[in-house]
T-cell receptor, first 113, second 115 residues
Framework: DAMVIQNPRYQVTQFGKPVTLSCSQT?????MYWYQQKSSQAPKLLFH???????NEADTPDNFQSRRPNTSFCFLDIRSPGLGDAAMYLC????????????FGPGTRLTVT | AQTVTQSQPEMSVQEAETVTLSCTYD???????LFWYKQPPSRQMILVIR??????QNATENRFSVNFQKAAKSFSLKISDSQLGDTAMYFC????????????FGKGITLSVRP
């Protein structure tokens, strides 16, 4: 059974055209994360929600926004995608913050043309 | 700030043999968590093994075990009886126990298991 679901799996957008990636979870976890992963690199945390509390990483560009309307769903909005934003975007969840396992979704591969 | 170093970018191992992936980290904290995550090609990342720094006993999960050397700040992963399905990128990660602490990943190592 899928636990962390990401849609779409592949997304193509044009330079500067807003795009939204979605993530849902069936685990009822408190924490949801968004990571950016470029080819053969480690995932880079963009932000996370603990319940409704939003925590932005200091180096996350303003171009990236997130929404968590309820426990199950979280969205990543890229307001004006640039070519450098082409990457795999991973959603993850965890029951709690420190020390607990993160469950990752399969990712959405974003292409910017 | 914590750092995690995986100095080997790639490794290869024959099926059924044993391989060790190295990881070192730097921290001034005494309590923390260490993880190995596996990311197979085109598949999602999953947790392989987890270690709590205050536990002296090395964590083990079936064919996967760690050699945790706290004083040396070393956290290597041993994979016994390697299988083709072990082919993946492996990331070592560190996490502090504090609120809002994040996973600090190493650069990862690509492991190929040869038939």
């Amino acid at each position: 059974d899928a636990m962390v679901i990401q849609n779409p799996r592949y997304q193509v957008t044009q330079f500067g055209k807003p795009v939204t990636l979605s993530c849902s979870q069936t685990l009822n976890h408190n924490v949801m994360y968004w990571y950016q992963q470029k080819s053969s690199q480690a995932p880079k945390l963009l932000f996370h929600y603990y319940d409704k509390d939003f925590n932005n990483e200091a180096d996350t560009p303003d171009n990236f926004q997130s929404r968590r309307p309820n426990t199950s769903f979280c969205f990543l909005d890229i307001r004006s995608p640039g070519l450098g934003d082409a990457a795999m975007y991973l959603c993850a969840t965890s029951r709690d913050l420190a020390g607990t396992e993160q469950y990752f979704g399969p990712g959405t591969r974003l292409t910017v043309t | 700030a914590q750092t995690v170093t995986q100095s080997q970018p790639e490794m290869s191992v024959q099926e059924a043999e044993t391989v060790t992936l190295s990881c070192t980290y730097d921290t001034s904290e005494s309590n923390y968590y260490l993880f190995w995550y596996k990311q197979p090609p085109s598949r999602q990342m999953i947790l392989v093994i987890r270690q709590e720094a205050y536990k002296q006993q090395n964590a083990t999960e079936n064919r996967f075990s760690v050699n945790f050397q706290k004083a040396a700040k070393s956290f290597s992963l041993k994979i016994s009886d390697s299988q083709l399905g072990d082919t993946a990128m492996y990331f070592c990660a560190f996490q502090s126990p504090g609120a809002n602490s994040k996973l600090t990943f190493g650069k990862g190592i690509t492991l190929s298991v040869r038939p």
